[in-house]
């Protein structure tokens, strides 16, 4: 896995003031291209490359996650679920949104155990506390 160097300009910020948008951010990253741009996914899209198996679990957690959202809307909590996002493959943890392009922290094995792991399923998809994906 190849990691950004933190020396390394950034893509400027949104403007102050611009809307925050529920919708998910999902980074793609072919080998060819190591910073591809990000897209959104906005509800109802569909999820390629992901096996159904984990296509059924990740739409359980999703009918959990919007069944609950609604406490949160008017919660001084609301930025920090808007940043909190999970992972809806098995076995897998949480990551946090730092940045408004859409850089997260997780811990690695969030990703595989392995290099070999890692390579063999480099797609990911994270959940808002909305449940969107």
């Known amino acids: 896995m190849r990691l950004r160097s933190s020396t390394q300009a950034t893509p400027k910020d949104p403007p102050t003031g611009a809307p925050i948008s529920d919708t998910f951010i999902t980074g793609t990253s072919p080998a060819s291209s190591a910073h591809a741009p990000i897209q959104l996914l906005l509800p109802g899209h569909s999820l390629p490359h992901l096996p159904s198996p984990e296509l059924k679990l990740l739409r359980k957690k999703q009918k959990r996650l919007a069944s609950q ?22 076995d897998a943890g949480t990551a946090v949104c730092v940045h408004p392009h859409g850089w997260v922290l997780t811990c ?26």
């Open 69 to 90: 959202s609604h406490s949160t809307h008017d919660s001084s909590t609301h930025a920090a679920l808007a940043a909190t996002l999970i992972f809806a493959q098995p």
């Open 108 to 133: 690695a094995h969030c990703f595989g155990e392995s290099a070999a792991e890692w390579a063999a399923n480099k797609r990911k998809w994270l959940l808002a506390h909305t449940g969107l994906a």
